[in-house]
């Protein structure tokens, strides 16, 4: 039973590896990977249990500049998980140089007085190590942060000494989540946006990113198997076409390699069944934003 919890907030750009990140630390996937920026779409608490210790890693939206009514509620998102923590860490690629988003969140750390980690992903794509070092220096330059951690996400490389790190945040307190949880999404909502992830995997530009998926049917039968509904909406007609795909292929291929993601999430068998409906410009719709889910907590 963990004795100590830590809130941290996971933040930085969209497509630096935020998702990857809280998905290796947490053992599970929890949060959809796409190489698409603005992927994730809320905040998604993933739990870790080490020790004595609960971390409730709050993985969030890139931070961007919002475009419509989703895009607004994901910045304020951004904004809001940067505050009433432990400890952020700011995910950064490493590159010797900082971006605007990079900047917008030190700013946001430095008003909150946060004490903040910056951790370098990626470096499996450094070639010669001692570029890392004008990144170190640069950003070092920017903020004093309290650790600078180099990690790959992707390969697990300095996971350890991450956590070690997180340790120092622990705060004497209640175990927050009960053991064996690996995150706060209703199981409705990982299944949803394990689907969302296919159709950014399969299908190119803006397509994806106009869509949203409802679960209107998931029950459990008395064998375990699990059966599911679920509803694809765009925002175009030809957009429903495209997800189709030709004789249904691309909708079949989606569904599939979704079932098999949720399967092993469920650790049961699932019977998926899968429409596609249009709801035109539902992104820039507060009421249609707010049913798919997208709702400030």
């Known amino acids: 039973m963990a004795t100590k919890n830590a809130m941290i907030t996971v933040c930085g750009r969209p497509n630096v590896g935020k998702s990857s990140l809280t998905n290796a630390l947490v053992g599970e996937k929890i949060a959809i990977v796409s190489s698409k920026p603005q992927t994730t779409r809320n905040r998604i608490c993933g739990v870790v249990n080490r020790g004595d210790t609960q971390f409730v890693l709050l993985d969030t939206p890139g931070l961007h500049k919002a475009r419509n009514r989703l895009g607004d509620y994901m910045v304020k998102v951004v904004q809001e998980s940067v505050a009433d923590v432990d400890a952020v860490m700011l995910l950064v690629e490493p590159i010797a140089n900082i971006g605007a988003p990079e900047q917008a969140l030190i700013d946001r750390i430095s008003k909150e007085k946060i004490p903040a980690i910056l951790v370098i992903n990626k470096i499996d794509t450094v070639a010669n190590k001692e570029d890392l070092l004008a990144v170190i220096a640069a950003y070092s330059a920017a903020y004093e942060f309290d650790a600078i951690v180099p990690i790959s996400a992707m390969n697990h490389d300095g996971l350890e000494e991450l956590m070690n790190v997180l340790e120092k945040y622990a705060q004497v307190g209640p175990q927050l989540f009960p053991d064996g949880q690996t995150t706060d999404q209703p199981e409705r909502q990982v299944v949803a946006e394990i689907l969302r992830e296919k159709l950014l995997r399969n299908l190119d530009k803006e397509v994806p990113h106009g869509t949203a998926i409802e679960v209107t049917r998931f029950i459990e039968r008395d064998d ?7 509803t694809i909406f765009c925002e175009k007609s ?10 249904g292929e691309m909708l079949k291929r989606i569904s599939t390699h979704a079932r098999e993601d949720i399967e092993r999430f469920m650790g049961t068998k699932v019977f998926l069944q899968t429409w596609v409906k249009v709801k035109e410009n539902w992104r820039d719709n507060l009421n249609y934003v707010r049913n798919f889910g997208y709702n400030e907590k």
């Open 224 to 230: 375990g198997v699990i059966e599911m509904d679920a």
């Open 238 to 247: 030809s957009h429903k076409g495209i997800i189709i795909g030709k004789g």
